[in-house]
T-cell receptor
Framework: AQRVTQPEKLLSVFKGAPVELKCNYS??????LFWYVQYSRQRLQLLLR??SRESIKGFTADLNKGETSFHLKKPFAQEEDSAMYYC????????????FGGGTRLMVKP | GAVVSQHPSWVICKSGTSVKIECRSL??????MFWYRQFPKQSLMLMAT?????????EQGVEKDKFLINHASLTLSTLTVTSAHPEDSSFYIC???????????FGPGTRLTVL
């Protein structure tokens, strides 16, 4: 069975500090990993996906198959980054359905 | 990006009544839509996968007679909470998959409060 774990429910940092939101997964095969973000009073939206290898809003995430991790990083956090972040996994073994982690609330303090 | 809408955005109803929530993909055809439930400060829990023209696939523990799903067209799926009770109060979110982009787009959610 596929599973996504986000060990931190809350991460609080000061503006300008580096941020790393942890995500670990379990899946037998080659999964596709995503990070979704939900800003206050807004819908869930895709932030980035591992196959794109892109940086969105300064965030990057690298898939580490050895450690089965897909941590989200940003070198300098901004106040507008405060939101709920969800790591998600999709795999052909489960019909390409998204499985979400528990989410991490990022609070960036001024 | 693509847009998924939900209606209503919030609803309050009496215990025992049925509530229908609509999910529409506005600018793409979605053969597959998903219904999630989100409790306060918790993650999204998949309830069911809705496939156009066929029966929905429910996740373990989700009562199919309680949560009726209909996906009659490529742009519309509905979730009907039958005989709602206070424990059904929750935030219901739908998602539609754009297979051409292999991307899921989420609706804004519907907050259901059962008195």
């Amino acid at each position: 069975a596929q599973r996504v774990t986000q060990p931190e429910k809350l991460l609080s940092v000061f503006k300008g500090a580096p941020v790393e939101l942890k995500c670990n997964y379990s899946y037998s095969g080659s999964p596709e990993l995503f990070w979704y973000v939900q800003y206050s009073r807004q819908r869930l939206q895709l932030l980035l996906r591992h196959i794109s290898r892109e940086s969105i809003k300064g965030f990057t995430a690298d898939l580490n198959k050895g450690e089965t991790s897909f941590h989200l990083k940003k070198p300098f956090a901004q106040e507008e980054d405060s939101a709920m972040y969800y790591c998600a996994l999709s795999g052909i073994n489960a019909g390409n359905m998204l499985t979400f982690g528990g989410g991490t609330r990022l609070m960036v303090k001024p | 990006g693509a847009v998924v809408s939900q209606h209503p955005s919030w609803v309050i109803c009496k215990s025992g009544t049925s509530v229908k929530i609509e999910c529409r993909s506005l600018d793409f055809q979605a053969t597959t839509m998903f219904w999630y439930r989100q409790f306060p400060k918790q993650s999204l829990m998949l309830m069911a996968t809705s496939n156009e023209g066929s029966k929905a696939t429910y996740e373990q523990g989700v009562e199919k007679d309680k949560f009726l799903i209909n996906h009659a067209s490529l742009t519309l799926s509905t979730l009907t909470v039958t005989s709602a009770h206070p424990e059904d109060s929750s935030f219901y979110i739908c998602s539609a998959r754009d297979w051409s982009l292999n991307t899921q787009y989420f609706g804004p959610g519907t907050r259901l409060t059962v008195l």
